[in-house]
């Protein structure tokens, strides 16, 4: 059984900095692709980066120039360092992950970590 453990959020100001972290663990073999996604209150779950294995990044246009994924595959961990926090941010942040393990190909979640902007 693989898990994803998110940690990292809390309560910034406006043009603040936080840096998210998820760690997978577990019977795996290899992680692909990485993802982070968010989810405010009234909204659906937007897709905000992704990762893939090579190392290759793809952001939402909301994000683009403000946050950065990064991933290191030797911990199986994804990052997302996010500058210029806008109130927009705020949202509960989701890691994703598609895990290769003995019983084949698993779509992770971690259970979310809250990232408030607000002053």
């Known amino acids: 059984q693989v898990r994803l453990v998110e940690s990292g959020g809390g309560l910034v100001q406006p043009g603040g900095s936080l840096r998210l972290s998820c760690a997978a663990s577990?019977?795996?073999?290899s992680v692909w692709a990485m993802r982070w996604y968010r989810q405010a209150p009234g909204k659906e779950r937007e897709q905000v980066a992704t990762i893939s294995r090579d190392g290759r990044t793809n952001y939402a246009d909301s994000v683009k120039g403000r946050f950065t994924i990064s991933r290191d595959n030797a911990k199986n961990t994804v990052y997302l360092q996010m500058n210029s926090l806008k109130p927009e941010d705020t949202a509960v942040y989701y890691c994703?992950?598609?895990?290769?393990?003995?019983?084949?190909?698993?779509?992770?979640w971690g259970q979310g970590t809250q990232v408030t902007v607000s002053s």
């Open positions: 577990g019977s795996i073999f």
């Open positions: 994703n992950a598609n895990v290769q393990g003995p019983e084949g190909f698993v779509d992770c």
